[in-house]
């Protein structure tokens, strides 16, 4: 048995609809016996309690539930910082080239080693990942995913027109890879499968239609695709389904649309959509950095909430800006400021929430990860700024715990992930500083 000492903060409950959602314990304890936390409370009294366990000090820093980032797309890290464009051009020059690669598995596996290190060092613990067109380049994710111990929630991309001929399938070939994909990876470590069609533009009916075979054969597995991200590319979609009733419609009319559905973006909703997202308690992951790199628009939060569509951050790592959730969660709060008075108030605790708990119940995840709550895995990170750093200074001069993670969310970097637990087993620490390699 474990027990850490930490100042811990979490949300377990949603900050939209409960008023102090945010749980904090400045000195607080924490028990974990074989990855799952046993107690939680202020550190005096766990530790009464549990005076033989082994005590893991973090004291100096703040332990938050590890980051769940609900969209970002293993083959794109390297194509980070292609700016300049919007999407489909972006797509076309700065990213379907580099997708191509990925057919070559040892270029592959380098990749996936690269984006799963970086999911690691930001502190993100658990991730829908958008795959690769390639299934040889999904075994090797998967193979690195589970080296790694970090959750990934994962699937092989597919399209059939559009982008470029190497990425394309065939209905009948994205079943197999699909099916044999799931045989294999679903429920394997730490490893989910989700169906993934790359988005309605570069899918017909009739892939979308083996996407949906594959959602009722295996209903347990995840699905995740775009929507409504760009004004071009939402009119081309309509044009390309002509009796689609907008966006969303072809991905319901195959059965996609679920409590297990995860749709990106969805910057430019109907109110149809909106309705029938809630109704089936489908996900929009959304992404305000990619939407500001890429001109895509403001996101609509408060046309979601009053739908009761549920909200979670994805990074969209590479049309995003990179890894780290915490830039996410300040560029959604910036981007609700910009909205005036049609955007939604953010504080720290609405960051903290979507960028952990939501997104476990985007995932269906929730009673496994996310919070801190007795029963749930041990998913955490530490975060602790390098002395004499802003963030260091600010921080010392917090005058409460919520000022404190307002702090985290307005400077924290990749620099300031100190250490990351999955299950209870490190996924990563920080080298001192003067350690690095070549000091
Ligand atoms: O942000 C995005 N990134 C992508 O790779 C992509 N593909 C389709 N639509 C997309 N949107
Ligand atoms: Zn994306």
Not at 176 to 193: C, D, F, P, Q, S
Not at 295 to 315: D, I
Request: proline residues 6%.
């Amino acid at each position: 048995m474990t027990l850490y000492r930490a100042t811990f903060m979490h949300t377990p409950e949603s900050p939209f609809t409960a008023p102090d959602a945010l749980q904090v314990q400045e000195d607080g304890g924490l028990l974990v016996e074989d990855g799952r936390i046993l107690a939680s409370g202020p550190y005096a009294e766990v530790r009464a309690n549990s005076p033989r366990a082994e005590v893991v000090d973090l004291r100096g820093g703040v332990l938050l539930p590890g980051f769940i980032d609900t969209h970002v797309h293993y083959p794109q890290v390297r194509v980070l910082g292609g700016l300049g464009m919007q999407l489909l051009e972006w797509l076309d020059k700065n990213t379907l080239p580099e997708e191509a690669r990925l057919s070559d598995p040892t270029y592959a596996r380098a990749v996936a080693r690269e984006f799963l290190s970086a999911l690691a060092s930001n502190g993100t613990t658990t991730a829908l990942v958008f795959g690769s067109h390639y299934a040889s380049a999904m075994e090797v994710f998967f193979e690195e995913a589970t080296r790694t111990g970090l959750r990934v929630v994962a699937g092989q991309v597919v399209s059939d027109r559009l982008l470029r001929p190497e990425l394309h399938t065939t209905p009948e070939r994205a079943y197999t890879e699909g099916k044999a994909l799931i045989e294999r990876w679903h429920g394997v470590g730490r490893a989910l499968y989700a169906v993934t069609p790359r988005f309605a533009l570069s899918a017909s009916e009739a892939l979308l239609d083996a996407c949906g075979a594959l959602m009722r054969e295996f209903p347990d597995v995840r699905f995740t695709s775009h929507i409504n991200e760009n004004p071009r590319e939402v009119q081309t979609v309509l044009e390309l389904f002509p009796g689609a009733r907008d966006y969303l419609d072809p991905y319901e009319q195959a059965g996609l649309v679920t409590h297990r559905s995860v749709l990106a973006h969805n910057v430019h909703p109907t109110d149809r959509e909106l309705g029938v997202m809630a109704a089936h308690r489908c996900s929009a992951a959304h992404c305000p950095c990619s939407n500001s790199a890429l001109g895509s628009g403001l996101f609509p939060l408060r046309r979601h909430l009053q739908a009761g569509v549920h909200v979670a951050l994805g990074t969209d790592v590479g049309g995003g800006t990179g890894f780290s959730m915490l830039k996410e969660g300040l560029q959604a709060y910036f981007m609700q400021q910009l909205l005036g008075t049609a955007g939604v108030p953010l504080g720290p605790a609405h960051l903290l929430y979507l960028s952990t708990r939501a997104g476990a119940q985007a995932l269906d995840l929730g009673d496994l990860t996310g919070d801190f709550g007795v029963g749930k895995a041990f998913d955490a990170v530490c975060l602790r700024p390098p002395e004499g750093t802003t963030l260091d200074t600010v921080l010392n001069h917090a005058d409460s715990p919520e000022r404190m993670l307002a702090d985290l969310f307005t400077l924290g970097t990749q620099q300031d992930v100190a250490q990351v637990w999955v299950g209870g087993d490190p996924v990563y620490r920080r080298v001192p500083a003067g350690q690095e390699v070549g000091v």
